[in-house]
């Protein structure tokens, strides 16, 4: 993908986000995890940013492999990433390689093994600050709330879900108390005019919820939340990446993770720990039944989290969470990650049953 095959204000959106530094969250951590103590052999192997954005991890994982003959695949599902990219791509030459597509079939778009993996789930800061995008409540911008291109936005899922749909998705992806409230009263409003603005969007929910006292949160910032997650399918995109990431990881090869809320970061602990060599066993009255053998070993016992001086100076970083883990020669797991059996496992709602106002909008 090129700058030229994309809307221009979108382009010009995402030069700007570029030209304001978005720094990237714990890259440091994030970056540590996967390469130290990496062998040279896998230095010098093919390696995966599967959350590009503004290039943050990208260009710290080139500076450490492309001395050794490593090469890097920069995946991103965001046109705006790929015209961001034009400005500083091109100096890794051929060490560096430009996808366009979900990290969810990383493996695929990998073609062979990896000796790494990262991934920064959730909205970007680059994303949120462009008003066309429809990301934040502090913006006022169309509705759209779509990581790419192509698909239905948040106006089409609140024009045609059903109250109780409407409910599942707010309180599922957003832990919103007063779903079924705000889902009600958007049904009432839709009927009224279409609801096409992050503005009025955000009016409407805060409608519903009493006034926020000084330090606690906007009102919409659940709402906002669920809606985004359920038009991107984002914890069905983690747990079905994390399981591409299992595929495509040679022995030896890392896998680090950065979460933003409590969602992601439970799915990611439990992935981790259901597939590493230190799962729970039970206890000697009721012992845990041996399953397949581990396909990861855990690098962090704990979640890391950022720095308080990271913390000052990037608000983004207070929520974030670091895990990682290394991979054996153990089989992937060949079972299906998104029925209910495996989700409930990792603390994930029934994903395919939310996706469904979607998947019908979608035809």
Request: net charge neutral.
């Amino acid at each position: 993908m090129t700058a030229q095959t994309i809307d221009p204000a979108l382009a010009a959106a995402a030069a700007a986000a570029t030209a304001a530094g978005h720094a990237p969250v714990m890259p440091g951590e994030a970056v540590g995890a996967l390469l130290d103590g990496a062998s040279d052999d896998l230095l010098a192997g093919v390696w995966l940013d599967g959350t590009m954005g503004a290039g943050g991890y990208a260009r710290a994982i080139l500076a450490r492999i492309a001395p050794h003959g490593g090469r890097l695949i920069a995946l991103d599902r965001d046109e705006t990433a790929h015209a961001a990219a034009a400005g500083w791509a091109a100096a890794w030459g051929d060490a560096l390689r430009l996808v366009d597509g979900a990290f969810s079939a990383l493996d695929e778009h990998a073609g062979g093994p990896l000796s790494g993996v990262v991934l920064d789930i959730g909205v970007s800061s680059m994303q949120i600050d462009q008003d066309l995008r429809g990301f934040s409540f502090m913006r006022d911008g169309p509705l759209d709330m779509r990581m790419a291109a192509h698909g239905p936005t948040a106006a089409d899922l609140i024009a045609t879900a059903g109250e109780e749909e409407l409910a599942a998705i707010l309180f599922h992806y957003g832990e919103e108390r007063a779903s079924r409230r705000i889902a009600r009263t958007l049904v009432a409003e839709r009927a009224i005019a279409p609801i096409a603005s992050t503005a009025r969007l955000a009016r409407i929910v805060a409608s519903c919820l009493p006034r926020p006292k000084p330090g606690q949160i906007n009102p919409a910032t659940r709402s906002f939340q669920a809606l985004r997650i359920a038009v991107n399918d984002e914890l069905g995109e983690l747990v079905r990446g994390l399981c591409a990431a299992e595929r495509a990881l040679t022995p030896g090869g890392r896998l680090s993770v950065v979460t933003f809320h409590s969602l992601e970061d439970r799915i990611v602990k439990r992935f981790i720990q259901m597939r590493s060599d230190d799962a729970p066993t039970g206890s000697r009255h009721a012992p845990v039944a041996k399953g397949p053998s581990p396909t990861f070993s855990r690098l962090t016992r704990k979640a890391i989290t950022a720095s308080a001086d990271e913390i000052a100076g990037n608000s983004r970083a207070r929520s974030a969470h670091l895990r990682a883990a290394i991979r054996s020669a153990a089989p992937a797991d060949p079972r299906d990650p998104m029925t209910r059996e495996v989700l409930r496992a990792l603390g994930a709602p029934d994903i395919p049953a939310l996706q469904a106002p979607l998947l019908r909008i979608a035809g």
